[in-house]
């Protein structure tokens, strides 16, 4: 049987081949200008959790790339890579099986995938080569997911495969002797892509050499060393955005906490923009520190203020004044006096400038692993996360300020279902669920609310996190009115 922290809350148990106006209204309009305005200046309010204007369908392709470590020093680390199938419900309907879904290297045609739906299967990998891409089309695109687990005695990392875009920002990363990251882009697309890439350091933006208008050929990876561009900088915020074409970017980190120890490792949590309204989310209930790194990418001086999603609610830390980081800069906080330990947390994280940020978190022990809770949305559809072998997984799940429930389903690797739960959470708070034995991955469907969260993993060594991101599942149609005769 599984188990949920339900604090507040309940839980009901439920056993050819492709590459890869009146004067009223016035007074209203001014009052929504009012409000609007002092949302922009306090940048407190909620993102909105669903969106009702325009019909939703099922999306019909997906594609997903993995994170690469070709041309990266990973030392001796087992990798796996699994692409499953969820079998979720939208509007209680299956989704079919019709289409097609194809794995490959990226710039080279894939081969069929005969991946039955609700089940896992694991993927050749080689860590010095091409990470697996996967092309679906279709019925099959629906609830297409993949992650990447690298585990060696002392430390592991969880990525999940994701599709390309325009923008990406990794918090946590850094270019010293015992804190140094890898920044790896693939380009999935016929065209040639250009990218710039922007570095923010405690100084404030960093000039570096050979960043602007890097060239990335169709199916070609860049991996850039961070010790290059920015050497001996021990924390560093990455800005990849795309002048041309879209890319899948991710960064591997490699962080030590004592000079000479064995360093951890970790797949650096992504976000698309900066945001004045952040939350962090996978922040193991057990460390032996942690730190909050906030990177201030504007021109102004931004005041941060730090709330503390916990399993009774939202509060401020007593002891953490308001944070002031400068233009262009990245700021550590330290955390260890401020926040509660043994219970699952998140934090809220406002300012009236946009920033983007983490949560670092050391384990115990001389050669301790770390983690890196990260910026997360509201989901509007399911989210899958796998369980890997070596560590007990942890899916925390915090509600914005009204009430939130959500489903958490594990399933075997043949799709079997393991278990099902429907939890609960209270406005503000976080709440706990972990997966019945036998599970290779969890489906989380929110149901009501704003439901935030990411899946933690500690144990053997490995500390580590995945932000619950949502499945390819439907994207919006624009609403079409008639226009005037």
């Known amino acids: 049987m599984s188990s949920a922290q339900r604090v507040p809350g309940s839980r009901r148990a439920t056993g050819p081949r492709r590459p890869v106006p009146g004067g009223g209204a016035v007074l209203g309009v001014l009052l929504l200008a009012l409000a609007a305005a002092a949302v922009l200046l306090t940048g407190t309010a909620e993102p909105a959790p669903r969106q009702t204007a325009g019909a939703r369908t099922l999306v019909d392709s997906a594609l997903l790339a993995c994170p690469s470590t070709q041309d990266v ?18 509007a209680g ?32 990998s080689d860590p010095t080569g091409p990470a697996p891409v996967l092309d679906a089309s279709g019925d099959l695109a629906a609830g297409l997911f993949g992650d990447r687990t690298d585990s060696s005695d002392t430390a592991g990392a969880v990525a999940a495969c994701r599709a390309p875009r325009g923008s990406w920002w990794f918090t946590g990363a850094g270019a010293s002797l015992d804190h140094a990251s890898d920044l790896v882009m693939t380009n999935l697309d016929p065209g040639q892509a250009v990218v710039d890439v922007r570095l923010h350091g405690p100084e404030g933006t960093i000039d570096t050499v050979g960043t602007r208008d890097i060239p990335i050929g169709a199916g070609e990876t860049v991996t850039l060393s961070l010790a290059d561009l920015a050497p001996q900088t021990e924390e560093l915020t990455v800005e990849v955005a795309a002048a041309r074409g879209r890319v899948s970017a991710a960064v591997l980190d490699r962080y030590a906490a004592r000079p000479g120890a064995a360093a951890g490792l970790e797949w650096l949590p992504a976000t698309q923009r900066p945001s004045r309204n952040l939350r962090l989310a996978g922040i193991p209930s057990a460390g032996a520190s942690r730190t909050l790194l906030v990177t201030n990418p504007s021109e102004l001086e931004a005041l941060v203020e730090v709330e503390v999603v916990g399993a009774n609610g939202s509060f401020a830390p007593t002891g953490l004044d308001q944070v002031s980081v400068a233009p262009g800069a990245v700021e550590s906080v330290p955390l260890d006096d401020v926040l509660p330990a043994g219970e699952p947390l998140a934090l809220r994280v406002r300012s009236r400038v946009p920033l983007v940020a983490a949560v670092r978190t050391v384990g115990t022990g001389p050669g301790a692993d770390n983690s890196y809770a990260g910026p997360v949305l509201p989901l509007l559809d399911p989210a899958a ?20 429930r959500a489903t958490l389903t594990g399933y075997a690797a043949d799709g079997k ?7 609960a959470i209270g406005p503000g708070a976080t709440a706990a669920w972990e997966p019945p034995t036998g599970s290779a991955y969890v489906v989380v469907t929110p149901l009501e609310g704003s439901v935030y969260g990411a899946a933690t993993y500690a144990g053997r060594g490995i500390l580590a996190q995945t932000p619950l991101a949502e499945l390819p599942m439907r994207v919006r149609t624009p609403s079409v009115r008639p226009g005037p005769r």
Request: glycine letters at 12%; aromatic letters at 0%.
């Open 93 to 124: 309907e299956p989704l079919g099986d019709s289409g097609e879904l194809l794995v490959g290297e990226p710039g080279r045609a894939g081969e069929p995938l005969d991946l039955a739906r609700g089940a896992l299967e694991e993927l050749p």
């Open 73 to 90: 020093r990973l030392g001796r680390v087992t990798t796996r890579v699994v692409a499953g199938l969820a079998d979720v419900r939208p």
């Open 385 to 404: 996360v796998p369980v890997p072998a070596r560590a007990t997984t942890t899916v925390q799940l915090s509600a914005g300020s009204q009430p939130a």
């Open 417 to 423: 279902e393991t278990g099902s739960d429907e939890v």
